[in-house]
């Protein structure tokens, strides 16, 4: 069985500061890692994605994330959070046959002026 | 815009009273999904169809049915709402082929049974 790990219910950091998200999988096989975003009252976006290679991922927005095998962690980083970084951010992943993704609880980060 | 539409937007429902949630996407995806999102608790998956004609349970299947006519729609029903099921649902879709990309996801139905 696969499960994911947010260790932080909620970050607030000031704009302009760095900002690192964690998360920590379980699984007896292989994984595809995820990052989504959540604005308010919004779907959620994809952020970033491991799916093989090089283990640091660069996404969107000018997030990245490193994929650590060992530590079974892939935390998500920004150097310099803006106003409108602020949302939630799930991280998520898919190990095995089956295409099916499982969510982390969620971390709201909140951008401070 | 190519993506996924799911109705209503938000919905008020009695305890007991039956409701369909509409899921549509114009993507040909293969696989789609339901989740619900419960705050502290992320999202958990309701019900999947990986193919037209199949469906199979999630992780929180109990109260909700699903079926999968065509590949384009996804509807998910709550038969007799109870309290517990206020949740923002998500229907998300994801397509077929030997690498796994991820979800597209739907906007959300916000639902409140009282």
């Known amino acids: 069985a696969q499960s994911v790990t947010q260790l932080d219910s909620q970050v607030p950091v000031f704009e302009e500061a760095p900002v690192e998200l964690r998360c920590n999988y379980s699984?007896?096989?292989?994984?595809?890692l995820f990052w989504y975003v959540q604005y308010p009252n919004q779907g959620l976006q994809l952020l970033l994605k491991y799916l093989s290679g090089s283990t640091l991922v660069k996404g969107i927005n000018g997030f990245e994330a490193e994929f650590n095998k060992s530590q079974t962690s892939f935390h998500l980083r920004k150097p310099s959070v803006h106003i409108s970084d602020t949302a939630e951010y799930f991280c998520a992943v898919m190990s095995g046959s089956a295409r099916q993704l499982t969510f982390g609880s969620g971390t709201q980060l909140t951008v401070l002026p | 815009t190519a993506g996924i539409t799911q109705a209503p937007t938000s919905q008020i429902l009695a305890a007991g009273r039956s409701m369909t949630l509409r899921c549509t996407q114009d993507?040909?995806?293969?696989?789609m999904y339901w989740y619900r999102q419960d705050l502290g608790l992320g999202l958990r998956l309701i019900h999947y169809?990986?193919?037209?004609?199949?469906?199979g349970k999630g992780e929180v299947p109990d109260g909700y049915s699903v079926s999968r006519a065509n590949t384009d729609d996804f509807p998910l029903t709550l038969a007799s709402a109870v309290p517990s099921q206020t949740s923002v649902y998500f229907c998300a879709s994801s397509p077929a082929g030997a690498t796994f990309y991820g979800y597209t996801f739907g906007s959300g139905t916000r639902l409140t049974v009282v």
């Open positions: 169809s990986n193919t037209a004609g199949t469906t």
């Open positions: 993507m040909r995806h293969n696989a």
């Open positions: 699984s007896s096989v292989s994984v595809y």
